[in-house]
């Protein structure tokens, strides 16, 4: 299957500070990407949809100035948590889509993020 | 908005034996896609099989197979010869033609040696 890279796996940033995650598709090219929050034994909440070149479509409720993403390439896409607070501690996981008929998602290994 | 609904929080299985995870869904389109996908300890998401709905078969991936039942709505995953690595969160996921991906709440399950 097609190869997601998310980094870093594991970032502790103090409260007020930015912190950036990355998600790069290594073998394919990612015309959608999402980005998930995952609290612990829960499901995977999807914040936002991504495509390449265009502003991303945030879900009901996440607040598009405190999570900032970027899809710049067909391989890239970054999301950025402003101001960070401890409620904003949890595990995030991006994951991708190419074209060319493809219909599954392919997923990073997540990053856990500790706002302390 | 679609929903996917996994009944089963808790399952078990003993090893070598056959277990079948439940998942149904709610939908108004015709053409959509069905995954399972694994999430073990280490959290990373791992797609085990997927479905067209266009199509009657049933997908089948080794041990995997499922059961889906266009009309019920219905996708249940059939794990056979239960191994201790197919010990996992599973999820069931929804695609829609828009791109969308829905996840059920997920099935927790244990592989007893």
């Known amino acids: 299957g097609a190869v997601v890279s998310q980094h870093p796996s594991r970032v502790i940033c103090k409260s007020g500070t930015s912190v950036k995650i990355e998600c790069r598709s290594l073998?394919?090219?990612?015309?959608?990407m999402f980005w998930y929050r995952q609290f612990p034994k829960q499901s995977l909440m999807l914040m936002a949809t991504?495509?390449?070149?265009?502003?991303?479509?945030?879900e009901q409720g996440v607040e598009k100035d405190k999570f900032l993403i970027n899809h710049a390439s067909l391989t890239l896409s970054t999301l950025t948590v402003t101001s960070a607070h401890p409620e904003d501690s949890s595990f995030y996981i991006c994951?991708?889509?190419?074209?060319?008929?493809?219909?599954?998602?392919?997923f990073g290994q997540g990053t856990r993020l500790t706002v302390v | 908005a679609q929903t996917v609904t996994q009944s089963q929080p808790e399952m078990s299985v003993q090893e070598a034996e056959t277990v079948t995870l439940s998942c149904t869904y709610d939908t108004s389109e015709s053409d959509y896609y069905l995954f399972w996908y694994k999430q073990p300890p280490s959290r990373q998401m791992i797609l085990v099989i997927r479905?067209?709905?266009?199509?009657?078969q049933n997908a089948t991936e080794n041990r995997f197979s499922v059961n889906f039942q266009k009309a019920a709505k219905s996708f249940s995953l059939k794990i056979s010869d239960s191994q201790l690595g197919d010990a996992a969160m599973y999820f069931c996921a929804y695609r829609s033609l828009g791109n969308q991906f829905y996840f059920g709440t997920g099935t927790s399950l244990t592989v007893i040696p």
């Open positions: 073998d394919f090219q990612a015309t959608t």
């Open positions: 479905q067209e709905a266009y199509k009657q």
């Open positions: 994951s991708a889509r190419g074209g060319q008929g493809r219909s599954e998602a392919f």
């Open positions: 991504s495509n390449e070149g265009s502003k991303a479509t945030y």
